[in-house]
């Protein structure tokens, strides 16, 4: 709970930050979207945490390439993108579809639908032809990796109950990390568009 409490005060103060402009506008609404998906993916728990410890795992998240500072604005939108296709993509089975509440699930369905759609838009501005490799190699092919990780996962616990809270709440973690790198983009373009 408290873990909860921190990672939605984190996303407050990240939605005040600087409204930059990227290419594709990384804007006020989309961290918002965000943080109403992760406020979402809290309200779908049904366990308590205590009852799935026999399950939990090192899914691996690939923080450092996710996060580090090396990342160039198209391989950090084609990572934001990955992620998002990702979760959206897990939550989008018929596996999923009978774990969880169907109110909520397509809340969340629409939520990372809206989110694909606007970066979508930003991929088509930021990639030209020579950028079209970034979704094969590096930060994006370690998130893909990690997704198909939580995919051997699900496969091997049964899709239990206890194996859906656990990735619950890895994608909750995973997708706070992708608001900070937003946030890390739009700091960089409002750097770059001020006199």
């Known amino acids: 709970m ?14 005040y930050g600087p409204g930059g402009s990227l290419g594709c506008d990384l804007s006020q609404n989309h961290v918002l979207a965000g943080r109403k998906t992760l406020r979402l993916l809290g309200q779908m728990r049904r366990l308590s945490p205590r009852f799935c410890l026999q399950d939990r795992t090192d899914f691996a998240f690939p923080q450092e390439m996710v996060e580090g500072g ?4 198209a391989q950090a939108i084609s990572v934001l993108h990955e992620m998002l296709q990702q979760t959206f993509t897990l939550f989008h089975t018929e596996r999923a579809s009978a774990a969880w509440d169907t109110s909520l699930l397509e809340q969340l369905r629409t939520g990372l639908h809206q989110q694909l759609d606007h970066l979508d838009a930003c991929l088509g501005q930021v990639m030209g032809e020579e950028d079209s490799a970034l979704g094969r190699m590096g930060p994006t092919l370690a998130v893909k990796r990690y997704f198909q990780g939580i995919h051997v996962y699900l496969q091997e616990k049964g899709y239990s109950d206890c194996a859906w809270e656990i990735v619950r709440m890895e994608i909750m973690r995973s997708l706070s990390s992708s608001t900070s790198l937003q946030e890390r983009l739009r700091m960089m373009d409002g750097d770059l568009n001020s006199p």
């Not at 090396?70 to 604005?73: D, K, R, T, V, Y």
């Open 2 to 15: 408290a873990f909860v409490l921190s990672l939605l005060m984190a996303l407050v103060l990240v939605s």
């Open 70 to 73: 090396q990342l160039q604005e």
